[in-house]
């Protein structure tokens, strides 16, 4: 049974399945469905003297449970104040205070609630955020993720609280067959007995009015029987289900209804008061359909039970199980979660205890969820440089090409730079030259392709002037002290003569300290004479700093450098 007193706390103004006390007040009522648990106070008097003293209030439903409700005599004054609502189609909903003109604005979307027909959830958007309300509800593992309304931008909506039916909150209440399982096996057990002989009859004893007519519709087309019931007038309006009901006694499967049911069975007579047909007696069955009484099962049970000698139990609900509700609440996220029934023997601590846990903090802005795919985490490095650095740490992919250390390439006549410590980096701008933007670091070496330096690419500096673009092209400046390692280009790559060339790091016959050693404007782009040196050829004079500074120059543009006392060229260009 429902306790719910009809209002949240987001939307006070608004009344859902209670009509008395303090509800009498509300700007707009919802009905989620026809059970008389959730309709108290709906034909109070003092419901419809506030009805006639106002204009503005109505009561909401779907379509079906508007065609349910006013097959009644008693619910026919609210004809005219009844506005029924598309399942799945959002609708705003203006709450006006008649007194006072206040408005607010609320979009309400009905979603398939699955406990009987008619039966809807509400979900509400407005300025106090997006709230659902259950009703009384069955849904399958997995059956939320489906609702599309219920999601927005690819993920579920941020629900601020859910109005949860608990009815089966309870570990004893685990795992309910579903209702295929269910039918399934009351299926079998009614075609068995009916299949014996046209006397042989099946009563489904049912407590509610209506709420069992997925039963009775499947029922009825597996096996060609149509089911007795009372009345037909709440399916009037209902092909689908009408079809398969009828009010002649004179058929298989009854699930008429008497306040002294169970005492008529006992001898053998049917709520309608058939004993006979053709003055045959009936052989009779009944099956009752519940759920509390096989969670009072201290052993796991079949779908099935017999009770007695002509009398069985079968497993059948119109509520969520406990793994189910978890399933669902789980998903859906929610921040907070209310329960609108205390099962027997708990209380709403117990409930909330069970509850809380699957709710996300209320610090949390946005629902979570999962992503699709797996995402690198972006981590700053902090260097000695006060320039910004890439936002990834990890490596590049590796390229198919060959792969060299990162080089900064500079245009040759545009910087000047002089070899400093290590740790101390720094570049200088040279007269009409530009002021270079950041600093590589020969500790973070980067690895990138192995490109030609005459690339057509954006990201080159500047064009180099037309006598330097034969030969090697722009020259590029190596990392001083590489790692031995590492497979870097040689000079003898450049050069055709491989045989003049040796280990030049003996050229000057000396290591000159790294601070002492310039590079011109000329040569910006060629290596420290640390780097490499030639051995003296015999007879010949130690060179000046200043021949060497203009060999290197040469050197590094490609030019020939012509030996007077030997009349041969050291390098062909």
């Given at each position: 049974?429902?306790?719910?007193?009809?209002q949240?706390?987001?939307?006070?103004?608004?009344s859902?399945?209670?009509?008395?006390?303090?509800?009498?007040?509300?700007?707009?009522?919802?009905?989620?469905?026809?059970?008389?648990?959730?309709?108290k106070?709906?034909?109070?008097?003092?419901?419809?003297?506030?009805?006639?003293?106002?204009?503005?209030?109505?009561?909401?439903?779907?379509?079906?449970?508007?065609?349910?409700?006013?097959?009644?005599?008693?619910?026919?004054?609210?004809?005219?104040?009844?506005?029924?609502?598309?399942?799945?189609?959002?609708?705003?909903?203006?709450?006006?205070?008649?007194?006072?003109?206040?408005?607010?604005?609320?979009?309400v979307?009905?979603?398939?609630?699955?406990?009987?027909?008619?039966?809807?959830m509400?979900?509400?958007?407005?300025?106090?955020?997006?709230?659902?309300?259950?009703?009384?509800?069955?849904?399958?593992?997995?059956?939320?993720?489906?609702?599309?309304?219920?999601?927005?931008?690819?993920?579920?909506?941020?629900?601020?609280?859910?109005?949860?039916?608990?009815?089966?909150?309870?570990?004893?209440?685990?795992q309910?067959?579903?209702?295929?399982?269910?039918?399934?096996?009351?299926?079998?057990?009614?075609?068995?007995?009916?299949?014996?002989?046209?006397?042989?009859?099946?009563?489904?004893?049912?407590?509610?009015?209506?709420?069992?007519?997925?039963?009775?519709?499947?029922?009825?087309?597996?096996?060609?029987?149509?089911?007795?019931?009372?009345?037909?007038?709440?399916?009037?309006?209902?092909?689908?289900?009408?079809?398969?009901?009828?009010?002649?006694?004179?058929?298989?499967?009854?699930?008429?209804?008497?306040?002294?049911?169970?005492?008529?069975?006992?001898?053998?007579?049917?709520?309608?008061?058939?004993?006979?047909?053709?003055?045959?007696?009936?052989?009779?069955?009944?099956?009752?359909?519940?759920?509390?009484?096989?969670?009072?099962?201290?052993?796991?049970?079949?779908?099935?039970?017999?009770?007695?000698?002509?009398?069985?139990?079968?497993?059948?609900?119109?509520?969520?199980?406990?793994?189910?509700?978890?399933?669902?609440?789980?998903?859906?996220?929610?921040?907070?979660?209310?329960?609108?029934?205390?099962?027997?023997?708990?209380?709403?601590?117990?409930?909330?205890?069970?509850?809380?846990?699957?709710?996300?903090?209320?610090?949390?802005?946005?629902?979570?969820?999962?992503?699709?795919?797996?995402?690198?985490?972006?981590?700053t490095?902090?260097?000695?440089?006060?320039?910004?650095?890439?936002?990834?740490?990890?490596?590049?992919?590796?390229?198919?090409?060959?792969?060299?250390?990162?080089?900064?390439?500079?245009?040759?006549?545009?910087?000047?730079?002089?070899?400093?410590?290590?740790?101390?980096?720094?570049?200088?701008?040279?007269?009409?030259?530009?002021?270079?933007?950041?600093?590589?670091?020969?500790?973070?070496?980067?690895?990138?392709d192995?490109?030609?330096?005459?690339?057509?690419?954006?990201?080159?500096?500047?064009?180099?002037?037309?006598?330097?673009?034969?030969?090697?092209?722009?020259?590029?400046?190596?990392?001083?002290?590489?790692?031995?390692?590492?497979?870097?280009?040689?000079?003898?790559?450049?050069?055709?003569?491989?045989?003049?060339?040796t280990?030049?790091?003996?050229?000057?016959?000396?290591?000159?300290?790294?601070?002492?050693?310039?590079?011109?404007?000329?040569?910006?782009?060629?290596?420290?004479?640390?780097?490499?040196?030639?051995?003296?050829?015999?007879?010949?004079?130690?060179?000046?700093?200043?021949?060497?500074?203009?060999?290197?120059?040469?050197?590094?543009?490609?030019q020939?450098?012509?030996?007077?006392?030997?009349?041969?060229?050291?390098?062909d260009?």
């Amino acid at each position: 049974m429902s306790s719910f007193q009809g209002q949240m706390a987001e939307y006070p103004t608004i009344s859902i399945d209670r009509f008395d006390r303090e509800n009498l007040k509300a700007r707009a009522y919802f009905l989620s469905h026809c059970h008389k648990d959730h309709m108290k106070g709906l034909r109070a008097p003092s419901l419809k003297r506030r009805l006639e003293c106002s204009l503005k209030v109505f009561l909401y439903c779907s379509p079906v449970t508007k065609e349910l409700l006013l097959t009644s005599p008693k619910y026919r004054f609210w004809e005219n104040r009844i506005i029924t609502i598309e399942i799945e189609t959002p609708t705003q909903i203006s709450l006006v205070d008649e007194a006072s003109g206040e408005k607010e604005e609320v979009v309400v979307t009905l979603l398939p609630a699955g406990h009987c027909p008619g039966s809807v959830m509400f979900l509400f958007q407005g300025s106090n955020g997006t709230v659902l309300y259950t009703g009384d509800f069955r849904l399958a593992k997995g059956e939320a993720s489906r609702m599309e309304l219920l999601h927005s931008g690819g993920r579920v909506k941020d629900i601020q609280s859910v109005y949860l039916d608990t009815t089966f909150c309870d570990p004893r209440f685990y795992q309910i067959p579903s209702r295929e399982q269910c039918l399934r096996g009351i299926l079998e057990l009614v075609r068995s007995w009916v299949t014996r002989s046209p006397h042989h009859v099946v009563w489904l004893n049912c407590k509610a009015a209506y709420g069992y007519e997925y039963l009775f519709t499947n029922l009825s087309e597996e096996l060609g029987v149509q089911v007795h019931v009372d009345k037909l007038d709440m399916f009037k309006n209902m092909p689908d289900i009408l079809h398969h009901l009828t009010t002649d006694r004179n058929t298989q499967i009854h699930a008429c209804r008497h306040p002294k049911a169970e005492e008529c069975f006992q001898w053998n007579k049917l709520p309608c008061g058939i004993t006979s047909q053709n003055k045959t007696a009936l052989h009779t069955i009944s099956i009752k359909p519940s759920t509390m009484w096989f969670g009072e099962r201290t052993r796991k049970t079949n779908v099935i039970v017999r009770t007695g000698e002509s009398s069985y139990r079968a497993c059948f609900s119109f509520h969520s199980s406990f793994s189910e509700i978890k399933d669902f609440l789980s998903y859906i996220c929610p921040v907070n979660v209310y329960p609108n029934v205390i099962p027997v023997g708990l209380t709403v601590d117990k409930v909330m205890d069970v509850l809380k846990p699957l709710c996300r903090s209320p610090q949390s802005v946005e629902p979570k969820y999962k992503p699709l795919g797996k995402l690198k985490r972006a981590r700053t490095i902090h260097l000695d440089s006060e320039e910004d650095d890439d936002l990834f740490d990890d490596p590049l992919p590796t390229p198919l090409r060959h792969k060299v250390p990162y080089q900064l390439t500079l245009q040759p006549e545009l910087f000047s730079m002089k070899a400093l410590p290590l740790d101390q980096p720094e570049l200088r701008q040279s007269p009409g030259g530009c002021k270079a933007e950041s600093v590589w670091s020969p500790s973070l070496a980067n690895f990138i392709d192995c490109e030609e330096s005459n690339s057509d690419s954006g990201e080159e500096l500047e064009t180099p002037p037309p006598s330097l673009q034969g030969g090697l092209g722009p020259s590029t400046l190596v990392q001083q002290n590489a790692d031995p390692d590492v497979d870097i280009p040689q000079w003898e790559v450049f050069f055709k003569r491989r045989d003049e060339l040796t280990e030049l790091d003996t050229l000057s016959g000396r290591k000159s300290p790294p601070e002492k050693t310039l590079l011109s404007s000329t040569r910006a782009d060629s290596q420290s004479s640390s780097d490499f040196e030639i051995p003296s050829t015999p007879e010949a004079e130690l060179p000046t700093p200043e021949r060497l500074q203009c060999l290197y120059g040469k050197l590094a543009t490609g030019q020939s450098i012509v030996v007077e006392k030997r009349k041969c060229s050291l390098l062909d260009s």
